[in-house]
C-alpha cells in the first residue's frame, strides 16, 4: 500500500494511537480516513479500520461487511491479499453474534483464498486465525 495515500496514512496513523493505548483518537483517525475515502479500495481499507472500533458486535458486523463489498467492487488486484483477512472478519462477526452457520461458511471462503495472504507476520496471523476459526466452528457429520 502506497503509504503517502491519504487514507492509508490516517489508518497508519490510527493504529499508531492504538497501539500507545488512545483509543478513542484511533476511532476518529479511522473514521476520518472513511470521510476520505474517494474509491472502492480506500473505502475498503478505511472500512476495515473503522470495523475495529465499534461499540456493538452489530456495528462491526456492519463494517465488517462494508469492507468486504467494498473489495469486491475493486477491478484490479490491489485487494487480493485482504480477502483472507476480510473473510474472517466477518466470520468472526457473524460468531460472535451466534450465527455459526454463516460464520463457518465465511471463514471456509477464506481458507479457499489463504494462498493470497501475505508472507510474513501479518499472513501467519490471519492462516492460523482461519486455521482456528475452521475448527471452532466446525459441525460433525
Not at 456493538?56 to 462494508?66: H, K
Request: proline share 4%.
Amino acid at each position: 500500500m502506497d503509504p503517502n495515500n491519504p487514507v492509508v496514512a490516517l489508518c497508519a496513523a490510527g493504529m499508531q494511537a492504538e497501539f500507545s493505548g488512545r483509543r478513542d483518537q484511533a476511532r476518529a483517525l479511522f473514521l476520518k480516513a472513511w470521510d476520505a475515502r474517494q474509491d472502492a479500495f480506500e473505502a475498503c481499507i478505511a472500512a476495515h479500520y473503522v470495523a475495529r472500533h465499534q461499540d456493538s458486535p452489530e456495528d462491526t458486523l456492519r463494517w465488517n461487511a462494508e469492507a468486504l463489498a467494498r473489495a469486491d467492487e475493486v477491478e484490479d488486484d490491489r485487494v487480493r491479499t485482504f480477502y483472507p483477512s476480510l473473510y474472517l472478519n466477518l466470520g468472526r462477526s457473524y460468531e460472535e453474534l451466534g450465527d455459526l452457520e454463516r460464520a463457518r461458511a465465511l471463514y471456509e471462503r477464506g481458507a479457499e483464498r489463504i494462498g493470497d495472504a501475505p508472507d510474513g507476520p501479518y499472513g501467519d496471523v490471519v492462516r492460523k486465525g482461519l486455521h482456528d476459526a475452521t475448527l471452532r466452528t466446525a459441525t460433525t457429520r
